[in-house]
Nanobody
Framework: QVQLVESGGGSAQTGGSLRLSCAAS????????MGWFRQAPGKEREFVGA????????AYADSVKGRFTISRDNAKNTLYLQMNSLKPEDTAVYYC??????????????????????WGQGTQVTVSS
């Protein structure tokens, strides 16, 4: 069974930075594509970015491209999201996800249906102006 636990959320000012982590249990992390999603109040959950099993391929939403960076440490079973140049519109609960299929193209996570993935409980990020 896969369990995902996000951490690192908090408050930041516009232009600031935060780094999120996602600790994964289970034996499949090192071969699985991993992704980050977010959900703002009153809005649907949206794709932020994804990374393939060895970090060789990444995909990002246009809204975060150039500001956010996804990375992973397979030895630590941990996924990261470095968020720079934060904006108030980045305020949301951030979730990490692993597709149940494990190995899919990073870009494919952008359209992954929720029931096809494992999800963490989320971590709140609040950006003030």
């Amino acid at each position: 069974q896969v369990q995902l636990v996000e951490s690192g959320g908090g408050s930041a000012q516009t232009g600031g930075s935060l780094r999120l982590s996602c600790a994964a249990s289970g034996r499949t992390f090192s071969i699985a594509t991993m992704g980050w999603f977010r959900q703002a109040p009153g809005k649907e959950r949206e794709f932020v970015g994804a990374i393939d099993w060895n970090g060789g391929s990444t995909a990002y939403a246009d809204s975060v491209k150039g500001r956010f960076t996804i990375s992973r440490d397979n030895a630590k079973n941990t996924l990261y999201l470095q968020m720079n140049s934060l904006k108030p519109e980045d305020t949301a609960v951030y979730y990490c996800a692993q597709p149940r299929l494990g190995i899919i193209p990073a870009q494919a996570m952008a359209t992954m249906r929720p029931e096809l993935g494992y999800w963490g409980q989320g971590t709140q990020v609040t950006v003030s102006s």
